[in-house]
Nanobody, 124 residues
Framework: QVQLVESGGGLVQAGGSLRLSCAAS????????MGWFRQTPEKEREFVAT????????YYADSVKGRFAISRDNGKSTWYLQMNSLKPEDTAVYYC?????????????????WGQGTQVTVSS
């Protein structure tokens, strides 16, 4: 079993920045991709960003492209989502997830383990 714990959420003004972290523990795969998703009470959980095992391949939702950056430190089993130029519409609970494999993945159903989520609130 893999446990994922997100941190770094909070309240920030529009235009500000936050960095989310996701720490993994327990049984881990030899290679795994990592993704970030978000959800609001009004919308289904949606894809935000993904990064391959090597870190050499990333992919972003159009809504965050150019503002968010995903990265990972495999030695620390920790992954990050740097969020800049935040907008009120970025307000959501952000979840990290891991998927066994070496590629990058954007579908919720492809992921094997999920964290509990961290709240991000952007005020206008």
């Amino acid at each position: 079993q893999v446990q994922l714990v997100e941190s770094g959420g909070g309240l920030v003004q529009a235009g500000g920045s936050l960095r989310l972290s996701c720490a993994a523990s327990g049984r881990t795969f030899s290679t795994y991709a990592m993704g970030w998703f978000r959800q609001t009470p009004e919308k289904e959980r949606e894809f935000v960003a993904t990064i391959s095992w090597s870190g050499g391949s990333t992919y972003y939702a159009d809504s965050v492209k150019g503002r968010f950056a995903i990265s990972r430190d495999n030695g620390k089993s920790t992954w990050y989502l740097q969020m800049n130029s935040l907008k009120p519409e970025d307000t959501a609970v952000y979840y990290c997830a891991v998927k066994r494999g070496s590629g990058r993945y954007i579908k919720l159903s492809e992921y094997d383990y999920w964290g509990q989520g961290t709240q991000v609130t952007v005020s206008s």
